[in-house]
Each structure stands twice: as structure tokens, then as C-alpha cells.
């Protein structure tokens, strides 16, 4: 903040006579005058005449005027300051401009009152075309990414993003807009078209989406919610000549048409799905944490017709029940796995530091010693049963895994982990992963 209305008081006399004053009653009085002028400032009554906004090439005027709105109702300086400071965060969570400063200066002109003031926002725009290039490797496969994004392509917020990726198996693209409500960020609506290739070796399943989508993002009350359609042109096929009939059998193409909440929109493959996952953490003694999680979910096919291998849940993994392959728990035919329609999961892990604390306050504090176990079941729904047969079936053969290993957290996005494992409870078809497993995923349990 640049801020030019505040004049000091006159200082006490640096120089000249000795009038008796201890050092000590300077500094006393120096103190009571800074109270003093703090009291001033917070409690002078001042008016905000004008609200500029410097810099703006192709932004919309109007987009901002509710984003800024509030500064007006400021009735003192310190007022002033703090809704100036909350108009800058949300000019800046717009994602338009890439620097935004606040100056607040004295009001001048014909129309200036005595305790008047003007804001001055000065705003440096996002280039009209940002772009970004990387290569990745990994699972025997190359490939390019190449990505487009135009900010605020209309002025008014809004954003288009582009993105294709030519690997040498296969290739994808996704296009994406964004349309924010003016004076109300948190609603916005969101359209995208897309072609996604997934490789799904623990079922000799490849899979290609084409799709259209469109979001609904708004607040009620507390909470943020989505409301989503998806159009999709799946097509299904093997990964592998060995891949068993029951794969091959669900190959093909099929239209899926989903709406995020529930409900039947039209396609070929329809069901009602849901899922959820509750997790609590509590700090211990010693820098350590104890958390606990718990998630599961359910499929319901509508219409009669089976449900498909691509829309089923699956079960196990590092990132789930350790000391399981890759989503290697449940039903499966010729080593294949097709995934459940019911599942559970829980887990109940323990982080502490490393011992004698290496590399303490900065690049160690990422590291953590890990203690878990974890617990669940997969299941496919008998609909000649009732809900205590199911509750029944998702009760037995519980699989269930403890051991200890090394956390590499890094921030929110993901992690790495490193674990000794010792499965229990394992069925004839699973397949295990005893001793060291290394995993990677962006669910931090």
C-alpha cells in the first residue's frame, strides 16, 4: 500500500536548551503520542470519494465496480485500508491480472471535502496468450504436452484453455471455457470437450472417452457445490491378447449419459452411483498426527441392464489397502479384475517425525515415519437380495493390511511412500504385494 494521507505530529525538539526532561519521559511521551495518533486515525470519520482503477486494457469496467464496492462504505482510515485490502484479493482471485497495487491518497479538486479520500487500484493485466510445453515418461510410454490459455478472453473474467498431449501410444486433448458471475466468483459455469485414453493393466482394459461436459458451480450457505452433466462416446477394448472373455465381452462402444447428482438423462448405460469419504486427523505430543479415514460407495444399475467394468469401483494399492497390487482385490476372471458395484475401506495411520529429527526445519520436515492399518471389501449386488444381505456380503472376507514405512508429502498435491506391508485376510484371486511397496497418489489418508 502507498498511503499519503497521514501527517505526523510535530517531533519533540532534537536540539537546544536543557528543560529537565529525562530520557525516560521522552520515551514516554513518544509512546502516548503514537497511542494518540492511532486513536486519531481509527476514529476520525473519512469518506471515500473516488475509487480509480489504473491500467485496464481490454478488462470491462463494470466486472470490477463489484469487487470494489465496498471500499465506499469505509468510514475510517484503518476501515479503508482493511476493505481495500479484501478488494485487492478479489481482483486478484479473478485470476486477470498478474499485479495489483493499492494507493490511497487525499482527495483533491472543486468537489474535495476536508476528510475525503481517493483509492487508487493499479492493475497490470495477464498477457492475452500464455502457454506452456513439457515432456513426461513413465509406464514404457513418452509423450508431449503442449497447453493454451487465454485469460479473460471477453474482458469480463472469463477463461479458455486448450491442451493436447502426443504420446507413442496415444493421444489426447481437452478444451475447456469458464464463465464466472459478475459479483459472485464462486458461481460459475464451466463447458469442456475432451478425448481421454486410460490403460488399465489389472484388467487388460483400454479405454478411450469423447466427451462433452458442462458445471455448475455455486455456494449455499457454507458449503460449495457442483452440479455436472457428461455426454460420453466410450469405447472399450483389450490391453492384451490374454485379456480373459469377460473383458472381451464388454468391449465395444456405449453412449454414457450422467448427471453428477442422480437421476436418468439418456444413453445406453445408466445407473445411480455414489460415493464418500469422512477422514479426521488429531495432533499428538511430539509433532505427531493420528488419522483416521473411512470411504465407500455404491453403484445401482437402472433399466435391467448390467453394470460396466468402466464405471465399477476397485479396491487396493498403496493408496488404499496396502499390501494389495493395483486394484487387485474382488471379483476377477483369468487374472483379470472387474472391479464391484459395493465397496468399504478405513485405514487408521499414525505419522511422526523422523527419528532424531534430520534435516529438522526444512527439507526433513518432509519426511515421516508412517505406521498403518488398513481394512476393506469389494463386492457385486445380488438384486434378488435386500440391503442386510449386502451389508452381510461386504462384512465377510474382510482384507486387511498393517505395517510401517516412509511419507514424502509434498504440499496438498501428492505424495510418495515407501512401506514394509503385511496383508491379511487375502482371498484366492487377490493379489498381494508382502514386503516393500512403493506407491504414489494425491490422497493424503
Known sequence: YFLDTVQSMDPLPMHGRDMGVHPDDMIEVQEA?????????????????????????????????????????AKNLVDVMKKSHIARQKLLRLGIFKEVEVVIDTSDGADALPNGLDVTFEVTEMKRLT????????????????????????GRAEKLTFQFSYGTKETSYGLSFFKPQPGNFERNLALNL?????????SSLKETDRGVSTELNFPLWRTNHTLKWEGVWRELGCLARSASFAVREESGHTLKSALSLAGYTGGDASFLKEDFELQVNRRLVWDSVLSASLWGGCLLPIGGR????????????????????????????????????????????????????????????????????????????????????????????????????????????ARLELNYCIPMGVQSGDRICDGVQFGAGIRFL
Open 131 to 154: 502457454g506452456s510445453y513439457n515432456t513426461m515418461v513413465g509406464n514404457n510410454e513418452g509423450s508431449m504436452v503442449l497447453g493454451v490459455k487465454l485469460p479473460n478472453v471477453f
Open 194 to 202: 475432451y478425448k481421454v485414453t486410460g490403460q488399465f493393466p489389472w
Open 33 to 73: 503520542e503514537q497511542e494518540t495518533k492511532q486513536e486519531v486515525l481509527e476514529n476520525k470519520d473519512v469518506v471515500v470519494q473516488h475509487v480509480n482503477i489504473e491500467g485496464l486494457g481490454r478488462t470491462k469496467e463494470d466486472l470490477l465496480g463489484y469487487e470494489i464496492s465496498e471500499v465506499f462504505h
Open 306 to 413: 448390467p453394470s460396466s467394468i468402466a464405471d465399477r469401483f476397485y479396491l487396493g494399492g498403496p493408496t488404499s489397502v496396502r499390501g494389495f497390487g493395483m486394484y487387485s482385490i474382488g471379483p476377477q476372471s483369468e487374472g483379470d479384475y472387474l472391479g464391484g458395484e459395493a465397496y468399504w475401506a478405513g485405514g487408521l495411520h499414525l505419522y511422526t517425525p523422523l527419528p532424531f529429527r534430520p534435516g529438522r526445519a526444512g527439507f526433513g520436515d518432509l519426511f515421516r515415519t508412517h505406521f498403518f492399518l488398513n481394512a476393506g471389501n469389494l463386492c457385486n449386488l445380488n438384486y434378488g437380495e435386500g440391503p442386510r444381505a449386502h451389508l452381510q456380503r461386504l462384512a465377510e472376507c474382510i482384507r486387511w493390511s498393517y505395517g510401517a514405512g516412509i511419507v514424502l508429502r509434498l504440499g496438498n498435491i
